[in-house]
């Protein structure tokens, strides 16, 4: 029986039914693909990458990426940052997380891609 229920509207998903480890991280790329101030009520909420995208990346910007990222899924308390890495690629920015969901021994690696010319996240992992 799982204990987060939810539903999804990503393509692929059979009657849109999420449960568990799944919800979370679908729950966790949602509150990365809005930026800062696209939530009405609460202008800090969301991820600042697609505000760097286009920024030099030094690192300073690397550093802010890494916090404002680590503070999202602080805020998550089903799944626990183990690691993060944040590289810079031709035409954007990759994130590479290592993630555990904390009601079970579950863990897994993402590698998030904000590219500059696409709409939304690209995850693999």
């Known amino acids: 029986m799982p204990t987060y229920l ?3 509207s990503e393509y692929g998903y059979k009657n849109f039914k ?4 799944e919800l979370a991280l679908q729950d966790l790329i949602n509150h990365l693909n809005i930026k800062p ?3 009405l009520m609460n202008p800090k909420f969301g991820c600042i990458v697609w505000d760097m995208l286009f920024e030099n990346f030094t690192d300073d910007v690397k550093s802010a990426i890494v916090e404002n990222i680590a503070d999202i899924i602080d805020q998550e308390p089903r799944l626990n ?3 993060i890495n ?3 690629y031709d035409q954007g920015i990759q994130v590479e997380l290592a993630l555990s969901y904390i009601p079970s021994a579950l863990a897994t690696n ?4 904000f ?3 696409a709409d939304g996240i690209y995850v693999t992992g």
């Open 6 to 8: 939810g539903f999804s």
């Open 81 to 83: 940052l183990d690691s």
């Open 18 to 21: 999420v449960t568990d480890f």
């Open 86 to 88: 944040v590289v810079e």
């Open 37 to 39: 101030g696209e939530k």
């Open 115 to 117: 590219d500059q010319q």
């Open 110 to 113: 993402l590698v998030l891609t």
